[in-house]
């Protein structure tokens, strides 16, 4: 069984940082690219960060590039979203996701899916 379990979601202010950590298990191996994908009340998936399988490159929407940073320990399975500067558009559910083409989490797209965390930026 397939699974990715989030954590370290929470509510902060303006300015502060969160990080969150998402853990694979059985089919999720490090030959999937993991990432992240957030959704807004009321408005659709936006993919947010990935990180290839070797860890060696990374993708950022323009809207959190400079502020986030995705890495990754294969030893572990598991794939960080290092979030700094936090805003209150950043406020979201950010669900991790895995898959094996990046084209795919690019748009929102992906095989295997976690529950969500909530992060909440209050102003």
């Known amino acids: 069984q397939a699974q990715l379990v989030e954590s370290g979601g929470g509510l902060v202010q303006a300015g502060d940082s969160l990080r969150l950590s998402c853990a694979g298990s059985g089919r999720i191996n490090s030959g999937y690219v993991m990432g992240w994908v957030r959704q807004a009340p009321g408005k659709d998936r936006d993919f947010v960060a990935a990180?290839?399988?070797?860890?060696?490159?990374?993708g950022y929407s323009d809207s959190v590039k400079g502020r986030f940073t995705v890495s990754r320990d294969n030893a572990k399975n598991t794939v960080y979203l290092q979030m700094n500067s936090l805003k209150p558009e950043d406020t979201a559910v950010y669900f991790c996701a895995a898959d094996l083409s990046f084209p795919r989490l690019r748009r929102g797209l992906a095989e295997f899916w976690g529950q969500g965390t909530q992060v909440t930026v209050s102003s």
């Open positions: 990180i290839w399988s070797s860890g060696g490159s990374t």
